[in-house]
């Protein structure tokens, strides 16, 4: 792999990094299609780039929502755009940060669904969440870190098997 500690944010989106960010930082005053047109990029990298009607057909909100401010969204609704907006780039990589957290129960089965068809789909995907119950269920590995390290690592039949390490390290 390559450090990109130290690159810029751009230099890391242009390496095929995708980031959905804790809290989400789509752009408030910007409709739910021009926050999508404006993370639009590495059209040329892909040979099925992601486009509005893709990001529209894995999540249908979006496009009943398209004139919308990015303000007047619900907190799920804001989490589906900021998914859309991270896909938008192509990533090779996408990285999705608390992606379910204080969403309602339906808007993360929701979100759980389209992060099950990404991944049929042959999108690599990095989730950063507690749900294990969620995760074990898409995820190929699972790695608990702690204060910076890796401290475990594992199938989800490993991760389930230990339910004192669920407990130890994730409060579950």
Same mark, same amino acid.
């Given at each position: 792999?390559?450090?990109?500690?130290?690159?810029?944010?751009?230099? /890391?989106?242009? #390496?095929?990094?995708? =980031?959905?960010?804790? %809290? $989400?930082?789509?752009?408030?005053? &910007?409709?739910?299609? @021009?926050?999508?047109?404006?993370?639009?990029?590495?059209?040329?990298?892909?040979?099925?780039?992601?486009?509005?009607?893709? /990001?529209?057909? #894995?999540?249908?909100? =979006?496009?009943?929502? %398209? $004139?919308?401010?990015?303000?007047? &969204?619900?907190?799920? @609704?804001?989490?589906?755009?900021?998914?859309?907006?991270?896909?938008?780039?192509?990533?090779?990589?996408?990285?999705?940060?608390?992606?379910?957290?204080?969403?309602?129960?339906?808007?993360?089965?929701?979100?759980?669904?389209?992060?099950?068809?990404?991944?049929?789909?042959?999108?690599?995907?990095?989730?950063?969440?507690?749900?294990?119950?969620?995760?074990?269920?898409?995820?190929?590995?699972?790695?608990?870190?702690?204060?910076?390290?890796?401290?475990?690592?594992?199938?989800?039949?490993?991760?389930?098997?230990?339910?004192?390490?669920?407990?130890?390290?994730?409060?579950?």
């Amino acid at each position: 792999g390559q450090d990109v500690r130290k690159l810029a944010s751009f230099r /890391i989106a242009q #390496l095929g990094i995708g =980031l959905v960010p804790e %809290g $989400r930082q789509i752009f408030p005053n &910007l409709t739910v299609r @021009e926050n999508l047109v404006a993370a639009a990029g590495n059209r040329s990298g892909s040979a099925d780039p992601w486009t509005i009607e893709k /990001i529209h057909a #894995l999540f249908p909100r =979006l496009a009943e929502r %398209g $004139r919308n401010m990015g303000n007047t &969204l619900s907190g799920g @609704e804001q989490q589906m755009l900021a998914i859309g907006r991270a896909l938008m780039t192509n990533p090779r990589l996408l990285i999705l940060d608390e992606a379910t957290e204080g969403l309602a129960p339906l808007i993360r089965d929701e979100i759980w669904r389209c992060l099950s068809m990404l991944k049929a789909r042959g999108q690599s995907v990095l989730v950063i969440d507690k749900n294990i119950e969620h995760l074990t269920r898409i995820a190929d590995r699972h790695y608990i870190i702690e204060r910076g390290r890796a401290v475990w690592s594992g199938t989800s039949e490993q991760l389930i098997a230990e339910p004192d390490l669920q407990h130890r390290y994730l409060g579950v």
